[in-house]
């Protein structure tokens, strides 16, 4: 399965106000994130991802230089559907956990989010 942001299913609302956050603190929970629930949170810390800087850092390793904004989010979603197999997690919608972070990144100038 690929990443496709169409079967995100987060409203626009959702993404606009996620992306306009002023700031995010350390003491935020990543069910902040839109996409993630108390399962997949749990599956995240599990695996060493315990913060939202932890979980935009781990999109972020996903550049490599040669990788365009599709790869990008691919290589992010692949990873994470990977994290999730056979967990109570795995159905969670990684597509929408994808969008939320590729946006959140692009509203902060970190990344382009171009799939065109």
């Known amino acids: ?9 987060l ?7 996620w992306c306009q956050r002023d700031s995010i603190s350390a003491n ?10 108390p399962a997949l949170k749990q599956i995240f810390e599990e695996n060493g991802i315990c913060t939202i800087a932890q979980l935009l850092a781990h999109f972020l390793q996903q550049i490599d230089g040669e990788r365009d904004t599709t790869e990008v989010c691919q290589a992010f979603f692949a990873s994470m559907k990977d994290m999730v197999l056979n967990t109570n997690a795995s159905r969670a919608n990684i597509h929408a956990l994808t969008f939320a972070v590729a946006n959140f990144l692009a509203e902060k100038s970190i990344f382009t989010y171009d799939l065109d």
């Open 11 to 17: 409203s626009t609302e959702t993404i606009v106000d």
């Open 28 to 37: 935020d929970s990543l069910t902040e994130v839109p996409g993630v629930g």
């Open 1 to 9: 399965m690929s990443y496709d942001p169409h079967r995100s299913g």
